[in-house]
């Protein structure tokens, strides 16, 4: 594995206003919070403080909700769709023209490479406003009744690993079906939400239509026990996905939920072995493992094991790990030391379980938050790498030599969400896709998104659907 220093590029910090604080963004205003409270964000690359953000009490969530409330009665749910698509698509033109800033201050804040946040997260946020502004007129054609009503203020939690997409999936279809939004992003990774309160402000959005309200676990379940949210989104981990569904349940409040995953990379003799080792690369080491449907669980076939390992440890070589805001960078920061120390732990537990723990010979910087590649070989099923979510780059191999065997130890596991099927054979993938319990199943590919796809998942997964047309049902009364 080979380290870089840090070579600036075009697309440098020097792009991007970092303001030493930020305020909350309430009713189309940044105002300071009631309490005066406040955390700083810190670069997970360098561990330096890149901006003090305000903390959001639960009267300044109380004062969003009320914001919020009134831009839906007084504003929002009496535009036309068509006028709703025109607020959307502007959003999404914005995001498109502010690309290279949204981008760098994501990899400033999350540590993730400059080429994924430019290539990926960015086009595929302003992809899911501008196919979700197509839906703002045509709602009644979606399945959900012939005049689908919104439900009134939505209330969403989104996670720090894809900050500004998975603001993009909460925020477009609720918008779209006519909703309005009080939003709060994980405290690790506030920046990005907050540059999009500025891109709202730049569209002439309704004062109040979104409202971002920064801060930690206490602002999110002040958020999600408010009697004045319809409706409540989370993407994050399984055990506060549970704390929630309890706030919630009994309330008559819509919930979905898209939570952890232990996802299954399945690759059968037939396959082509060095298509299917880039899948297991991108499924694994993409966005340093901090992917929900990570493939994290490798199934081979146990008479293509050994080669597929060689071929593996060899691209593995290839990665490079340093700077994220360098453009060579295959493998970034881990987001905080707090996910660091989780990550090793696992590890640790791995190897004390008696798997056997191989990374590529790698110089990881001085500073900052990072873990090398690292992939598990000799795992049994009941070892914790092979059924916790690690959440970083780390991929443990079981064997199997059976279809049946192989549907059995990928369904072996709490969670539901996602699998990815390697084979020649389109019967085969058809026949493991009908048994494997999974929200999304993938061909001979892995992490391959559209906004019109739908997403989610089963068991401890979490439930409901983000993306495509099932998206808005969440949104609408009478839907799911």
Not at 33 to 60: I, R, W, Y
Not at 121 to 127: N, S, Y
Not at 145 to 153: K, T
Not at 290 to 314: I, N, Y
Request: proline fraction near 6%; charge should be neutral; include cysteine.
């Amino acid at each position: 594995m080979t380290t870089f220093d840090y070579a600036p590029a075009p697309e440098s910090r020097a792009i991007v206003a970092l303001r030493s604080s930020y305020g909350l963004f309430i009713d189309g205003d940044f105002v300071e919070p009631a309490g005066g409270g406040s955390f700083k964000t810190v670069s997970p690359s360098t561990e330096e403080v890149l901006a003090e953000v305000a903390e959001a009490s639960a009267e300044d969530v109380d004062r969003a909700v009320k914001a919020a409330r009134r831009a839906y009665t007084e504003t929002w749910s009496k535009l036309p769709g068509s006028q709703r698509a025109k607020y959307l698509f502007r959003i999404a033109r914005i995001i498109q023209e502010r690309s290279r800033e949204l981008a760098v201050l994501e990899t400033l804040d999350n540590g993730k490479p400059i080429r994924e946040s430019r290539d990926f997260d960015v086009p595929m946020a302003a992809a899911h406003f501008t196919y979700y502004a197509g839906w703002a007129d045509k709602l009644g054609y979606s399945g959900f009744g012939p005049d689908p009503q919104p439900l009134g203020v939505a209330g969403q939690v989104i996670p720090w690993n894809f900050p500004l997409l998975m603001l993009a999936w909460k925020i477009a279809p609720a918008l779209a079906c006519g909703n309005t939004v009080v939003l709060k992003p994980a405290e690790t990774t506030p920046l990005t939400a907050l540059l999009f309160a500025e891109i709202c402000r730049q569209a002439d959005l309704p004062p109040g239509v979104v409202n971002i309200v920064t801060g930690a676990g206490a602002t999110g379940r002040a958020l999600a026990g408010h009697e004045g949210v319809d409706k409540v989104a989370f993407t994050g981990s399984t055990d506060v996905g549970r704390q929630i569904a309890k706030a919630v349940a009994g309330t008559g409040k819509k919930l979905t939920l898209e939570l952890g995953g232990k996802a299954a990379n399945i690759v059968f003799d037939d396959a082509p072995l060095d298509q299917a080792v880039e899948g297991i690369v991108n499924g694994i080491f993409f966005n340093q493992g901090h992917v929900c449907c990570a493939g994290s669980r490798l199934l081979v076939q146990e008479s293509v094991a050994g080669e597929v390992l060689t071929r593996l440890k060899r691209r593995m070589a290839t990665l490079r790990v340093g700077d994220p805001l360098d453009k060579n960078t295959d493998v970034g920061a881990i987001n905080s030391a707090e996910q660091l120390a989780k990550i090793r732990h696992l590890a640790d537990a791995g190897e004390s379980e008696g798997a056997q723990r191989w990374s590529p010979p790698c110089e990881l910087p001085g500073q900052g938050f990072w873990f090398p590649p690292t992939i598990f070989t000799g795992v049994a099923q009941s070892h914790r790498i092979a059924r916790e979510e690690i959440f970083g780059p780390v991929l443990s191999i079981i064997t199997f030599r059976t279809p049946a065997e192989a549907v059995e130890k990928a369904n072996n596991t709490p969670y539901g969400l996602s699998a990815g099927v390697w084979t020649d054979k389109g019967s085969r993938i058809l026949w493991m896709a009908d048994r494997l319990r999974a929200g999304v199943v993938w061909a001979n590919t892995f992490n391959t998104f559209d906004p019109s796809s739908p997403f989610g998942g089963y068991k401890e997964s979490g439930y409901g659907r983000e993306g495509g047309r099932h998206g808005l049902e969440s949104y609408l009364k009478g839907g799911g």
